[in-house]
T-cell receptor, first 115, second 112 residues
């Protein structure tokens, strides 16, 4: 049973460019959350997708957007990249059962470097 | 003030030592609590949930004090393999979803 997978593993972009990161959830999971982890800090919540809609959002600008597909996979898009967007981007999947929230399993992350 | 605060460490301890980590959180509406472990350049992995009644898993004991908004993790008989960053995590439920809020992590280094 494959866990959470993310692609690409590493990415280098320049300021002002746009980037798309991808996530496939663990089998049986229907909810995907995205986090940004800067070096030496804990992960910060970006947003959560369920039933193809953004359900919860953290304190991130509109440059950060996402999408969830019918197969539950998800994309994170970041426009107009800034140097400060350099970080490890983590995807976490979970499933909802009867309205309760279950453990989030993290993927290995995509390391984004903005030059 | 950060929503979840931890001492960043590092805590340098010898094998076999007992070490304790503490964490405070500011959102009194937070509903569930966890400790995650993160190895260098890897993803976080759930170590254990934290309950008011205390929770023990082998050498690890976690405790929650809701009144003080304080969470602790105790590691007994430390092993070299316990060297990692320990993240205190608070789960909050919104109208339509939930979010994990992480502390900055406490780095533990266990030496032979």
């Amino acid at each position: 049973d494959a866990g959470v997978t993310q692609s690409p593993t590493h990415l280098i972009k320049t300021r002002g460019q746009q980037v798309t990161l991808r996530c496939s959830p663990k089998s049986g999971h229907d909810t995907v959350s995205w986090y940004q982890q800067a070096l030496g800090q804990g992960p910060q919540f970006i947003f959560q997708y369920y039933e193809e809609e953004e359900r919860q959002r953290g304190n991130f600008p509109d440059r950060f957007s996402g999408h969830q597909f019918p197969n539950y996979s998800s994309e994170l898009n970041v426009n107009a990249l800034l140097l400060g967007d350099s970080a490890l981007y983590l995807c976490a999947s979970s499933f909802r059962a009867g309205g309760s929230y279950n453990e989030q399993f993290f993927g290995p992350g995509t390391r984004l470097t903005v030059l | 003030r950060k929503e979840v605060e931890q001492d960043p460490g590092p805590f340098n301890v010898p094998e076999g030592a007992t070490v304790a980590f503490n964490c405070t959180y500011s959102n009194s509406a937070s509903q569930s609590f966890f400790w995650y472990r993160q190895d260098c350049r890897k993803e976080p992995k759930l170590l254990m949930s934290v309950y008011s009644s205390g929770n023990e898993d082998g050498r690890f004991t976690a405790q929650l004090n809701r009144a003080s908004q304080y969470i602790s993790l105790l590691i007994r008989d430390s092993k070299l393999s316990d060297s990692a960053t320990y993240l205190c995590v608070v789960n909050s439920f919104g109208n339509a979803g939930n979010m994990l809020t992480f502390g900055g992590g406490t780095r533990l280094m266990v030496k032979p």
